[in-house]
T-cell receptor
Framework: AQTVTQSQPEMSVQEAETVTLSCTYD???????LFWYKQPPSRQMILVIR??????QNATENRFSVNFQKAAKSFSLKISDSQLGDAAMYFC????????????FGKGTKLSVKP | EADIYQTPRYLVIGTGKKITLECSQT?????MYWYQQDPGMELHLIHY???????EKGDLSSESTVSRIRTEHFPLTLESARPSHTSQYLC??????????FGQGTRLTVV
């Protein structure tokens, strides 16, 4: 069975600094997707970034980038130039690429941003 | 604008009442999901659907039921609410094999 592990229940970063959130996963599949979702307090879950397993290039979305290490089954999220609005729960998620795949979430990392 | 809608956002209801949480999406997605999440905690998949007339149970056992009569609509029903059902319920939809888009959630409190 596939599992997703986020080993950092809470993280803190100073405004304008860089922070990296860790995620590891376990799967025997070769075709899958990985995602980072952001859930601000009492607000909607939104997609931050996605990575297709077959792509070697790390995904980037503005200040958000990932370090995808397929062999190590690691998928960390780097947030550069942190802003107060980045404070939220961040969930790492895995999805098998086939039609049967459901999103499997990690337990989340609560990110605080200090002014 | 394509989106996914959940109603109500907040619901406080007495024990034993029947409730239906509504979820609709305008994106034409075949796959839809219901997740249960306690505040600040992980998400647990309780139901999903591949399309019309398809419903499947998720990883977390739930006393709720779902139906999928129309592509865009995926309501969740609790026949007799109990305090243990107090939680947040998140609805999501996706194209097969793609990322999921989430609704704003329904925060349910059973008193």
């Amino acid at each position: 069975a596939q599992t997703v592990t986020q080993s950092q229940p809470e993280m803190s970063v100073q405004e304008a600094e860089t922070v990296t959130l860790s995620c590891t996963y376990d799967t025997s599949e070769s075709d899958y997707y990985l995602f980072w979702y952001k859930q601000p307090p009492s607000r909607q879950m939104i997609l931050v970034i996605r990575q297709e397993a077959y792509k070697q290039q790390n995904a980037t979305e503005n200040r958000f980038s990932v370090n995808f290490q397929k062999a190590a089954k690691s998928f960390s999220l780097k947030i550069s130039d942190s802003q107060l609005g980045d404070a939220a729960m961040y969930f790492c998620a895995y999805k098998y690429g086939g039609s049967q795949g459901n999103l499997i979430f990690g337990k989340g990392t609560k990110l605080s941003v200090k002014p | 604008e394509a989106d996914i809608y959940q109603t109500p956002r907040y619901l406080v209801i007495g024990t034993g009442k029947k409730i239906t949480l509504e979820c609709s999406q305008t994106m034409g997605h075949d796959k839809m999901y219901w997740y249960q999440q306690d505040p600040g905690m992980e998400l647990h998949l309780i139901h999903y659907s591949y399309g019309v007339n398809s419903t499947e149970k998720g990883d977390l056992s739930s006393e709720s039921t779902v139906s999928r009569i129309r592509t865009e609509h995926f309501p969740l029903t609790l026949e007799s609410a109990r305090p243990s059902h107090t939680s947040q319920y998140l609805c999501a939809s996706s194209e097969i094999g793609k990322e999921a888009f989430f609704g704003q959630g329904t925060r349910l409190t059973v008193v």
